[in-house]
Nanobody
Framework: QVQLVESGGGLVQPGGSLRLSCAAS????????MSWYRRAPGKQRELVAR???????NYADSVKGRFTISRDGAKNTVNLQMNSLKPDDTAVYYC?????????????WGQGTQVTVSS
């Protein structure tokens, strides 16, 4: 059973920075990709950033140039560095990992970590 545990959320002022981490119970290289999603109050969950096993990344337009996703294979973590935070970034952030097993797509989710951007 894969477990993903997020950390690093909290309260930050507009313009500030936070770094989220997602610790996986197994090797992160066993996954096709790992992603960060978020769900803001009253809104649908949206993809924030994704990194593949080949180290390719993609970002939501709203966070390009401000957020950076990265992997640390030694620690089995995927990180999200968030800079120049805005109140619109306020949401619960979820870590996601995906892979295929015998052709069946599998997805795993963490419990989420709250990020609040407010003065």
């Amino acid at each position: 059973q894969v477990q993903l545990v997020e950390s690093g959320g909290g309260l930050v002022q507009p313009g500030g920075s936070l770094r989220l981490s997602c610790a996986a119970s197994g090797s992160i290289f066993s996954f096709t990709g790992m992603s960060w999603y978020r769900r803001a109050p009253g809104k649908q969950r949206e993809l924030v950033a994704r990194i593949t096993s080949g180290n390719m990344t993609n970002y939501a337009d709203s966070v390009k140039g401000r957020f950076t996703i990265s992997r640390d294979g030694a620690k089995n973590t995927v990180n999200l560095q968030m800079n120049s935070l805005k109140p619109d970034d306020t949401a619960v952030y979820y870590c996601n990992a995906d892979r295929r097993s015998l052709g069946v797509p599998l997805a795993y989710w963490g419990q989420g970590t709250q990020v609040t951007v407010s003065s």
